[in-house]
């Protein structure tokens, strides 16, 4: 049987030791009431989260030259998020750098390892 609370507290812990304070924001459709609307940003939470950008992928996909192969870094993050759900587009600055969630993993209820991506 899994103890949750203790794999949280253990998440906690990490997260104390490098953390990395954010304002995570979300794009919403609001209607303008004719069948059309635009995005109004929302502030989702501020969170503490690890920031973790130290596993590197080779990317093999579209090598035309021989010998060429690039490699990429793989970010993610891991938070606890009580309270609040983390979606799929949800977005946030550090270092004036801007990352989106592609992959909002839930390790157990309230715990995330997130994928993300640079978009600015």
Do not use: C, Q, W
């Not at 919403?28 to 059309?36: A, D, L, Q, R, T």
């Not at 635009?38 to 035309?64: M, P, Q, R, T, Y």
């Amino acid at each position: 049987m899994i103890n949750e609370e203790r794999i949280k507290n253990k998440v906690k812990k990490a997260i104390v030791i490098k953390p990395t304070h954010i304002t995570l924001n979300r794009l919403i459709k609001v209607s303008n009431g004719m069948h059309g609307g635009s995005n109004k940003e929302v502030k989702v939470a501020g969170l503490d989260i690890f920031f973790d950008d130290s596993k590197h992928n080779l990317l093999l996909d579209n090598v035309k030259e021989a010998g060429l192969v690039k490699k990429t870094r793989g970010i993610s993050m891991l938070v606890v998020a009580e309270g609040i759900e983390i979606k799929e587009g949800d977005y946030f600055e550090v270092n004036a750098s801007k990352y989106r969630v592609t992959y909002p993993g839930m390790i157990i209820k309230d715990v995330y390892n997130a994928d993300l991506e640079v978009i600015k």
